[in-house]
C-alpha cells in the first residue's frame, strides 16, 4: 500500500516556474514507477511525465518535452515535477501516480495503483 500526497501547486503568470512534490508513504516507494497526470475541466486525464523506479529513465508527454522535468528522491520517498516555461494550457489538477511495474515507463493511467489527491496548478494569461 502506497500513500501519495501532492504539494507545490497555486498561481502563476505565463512563462513562470512551478515545482511540485509528491510525498509517499510506505518503505517500498523505491520499488515503484512514479508519474504525473494532469486533468483540465471537461477534459480526459492527460499523460505528463514518468520516472522509473532508479531515477535513470524517464518518459514525457509531447505538450511538455523540454519545460518539465520529473525526478526522484528515494531517500526522502518523494517525487518532484519541475515545471517551467509554464502555458495557460497547463492548468489543470496534477496528480501524481505509482505504478508497481517498477521498470516500464506507462503512459496509461490505468496501469497505475495508486494516486494523490491532486493538487491545482493555475496558469494565467
Known amino acids: 500500500q502506497v500513500q501519495l500526497v501532492e504539494s507545490g501547486g497555486g498561481l502563476v503568470q505565463a512563462g513562470g516556474s512551478l515545482r511540485l512534490s509528491c510525498a509517499a508513504s510506505g518503505r517500498t516507494f523505491s520499488s515503484y514507477s512514479m508519474g504525473w497526470f494532469r486533468q483540465a475541466p471537461g477534459k480526459e486525464r492527460e499523460f505528463v511525465a514518468v520516472?522509473?523506479?532508479?531515477?535513470?529513465?524517464?518518459s514525457y508527454g509531447d505538450s511538455v518535452k523540454g519545460r518539465f522535468t520529473i525526478s526522484r528522491d528515494n531517500a526522502k520517498n518523494t517525487v518532484y515535477l519541475q515545471m517551467n516555461s509554464l502555458k495557460p494550457e497547463d492548468t489543470a489538477v496534477y496528480y501524481c501516480a505509482a505504478d508497481a511495474a517498477g521498470w516500464v515507463l506507462y503512459q496509461v493511467s490505468s496501469r497505475y495503483e495508486y494516486w494523490g489527491q491532486g493538487t491545482q496548478v493555475t496558469v494565467s494569461s
Open positions: 520516472t522509473d523506479r532508479s531515477g535513470g529513465r524517464t
